[in-house]
């Protein structure tokens, strides 16, 4: 699989990148590129297979909104200590899932799994 992973703030928030922490995730025989939100975005959402979009606030989800508007491509949020309410409207504005960074490393991957496990049944492309 093919995942472009969209970071809010590509240094991180002090703890660690937290690209590299979705990188951590990605089994060797996905791929996967940073591309910045704003800079040509066509290429990568046709490249890809899965985004991976950091949230940290509302204005992330206006932003997820504007991407499902693009692609009809699994969406999956992430990011550190975010609020109920912003997953909430993530999920209303068209992400398929999310993955808080928060927690214990193994139940992040497990989690992760189980979102591509389900999303592959569900996009035929994706096997």
Partial sequence: MRFLILPKNPKGNGRMSSSSSIERLLDREHEWRHTDREAGLEHDLEWCDVILLEVCTGED??????????????????????????WVQGLEQGADAYLP??????????RFQAVLRRLSGRHPMMR
């Fill in 61 to 86: 989800v206006l932003y997820c909104q504007k991407l499902r508007s693009r692609s009809l491509k699994p969406l999956l949020l992430y990011g550190w200590n975010v609020p109920t309410q912003t």
């Fill in 101 to 110: 960074l928060s927690g214990s490393e193994d139940v992040l991957k497990a």
